[in-house]
């Protein structure tokens, strides 16, 4: 259980999907840490912020991409945590790939209250993480982002509310769920669809 399967840390902007999941990701041997917003930045011409309407094929093709990317280095024996925004809504693509390859998945998502997740996103303007991509800094669209994250449904027992958690804390909180099994998709989980 502790190779060759993958564990989803998504959440909104702010979440602290990028600060958290390396730390959990070193908690394996061997392991990798998958940032799914590099693959955004291979996208040379005709790039379409993914918040947008009309960005839905592009981010699914994207999506797609980086599942197959991360269910492969499973399926090769790495525990792979995979960080980004992976909403319900593509989640089935992420599901997909990793069934072909009969890898173990785990999803969770970092939800802290919409102020913390707010102030955490607005406040990384100088961040220079993603070459040629500036960081989200724009309070409506992380709001925005936000509440599509804040009734999972049948989904929310995988949320973790980090607000007041430090990194490491929350590192160790998804650890732990993840070898006790408590972020394991379950069938009715693997269901979703656009």
């Known amino acids: 259980m502790l190779s060759g399967a993958c564990i989803v840390v ?5 979440a602290g999907k990028t600060t958290i999941a390396p730390l959990v990701a070193r908690r394996a041997d ?11 930045t291979t996208i040379a011409n005709g790039f379409v912020p993914p918040y947008r309407t009309e960005a839905h094929e592009q981010n699914a093709t994207v999506v797609r991409a980086f599942a197959a990317a991360a269910s492969a280095l499973a399926a090769g024996g790495y525990t ?8 319900p809504w593509f989640l089935h693509l992420v599901v997909e790939e990793c069934a072909r390859h009969e890898v173990p998945l785990s999803y969770v998502v970092l939800r802290p209250s919409r102020a913390v997740a707010l102030t955490r996103a607005t406040s990384r303007v100088d961040e220079k993480r993603v070459p040629g991509h500036p960081p989200l800094t724009d309070g409506e669209v992380i709001g925005r982002m936000w509440d599509v994250f804040a009734d ?4 929310e027992p995988l949320v ?7 990194a490491s804390e929350a590192a160790d909180r998804v650890w732990d769920r993840f070898v006790a099994g408590g972020l394991r998709l379950g069938e009715d989980d693997r269901q979703g669809g656009e």
């Open 10 to 14: 998504t959440g909104p902007p702010g």
């Open 30 to 40: 061997p392991s990798v840490c998958l940032e799914s917003d590099w693959f955004w």
């Open 80 to 87: 792979v945590v995979l960080e980004g925004i992976v909403g």
């Open 152 to 155: 999972l449904g049948d989904l």
């Open 160 to 166: 973790i509310d980090n607000s007041a958690l430090s």
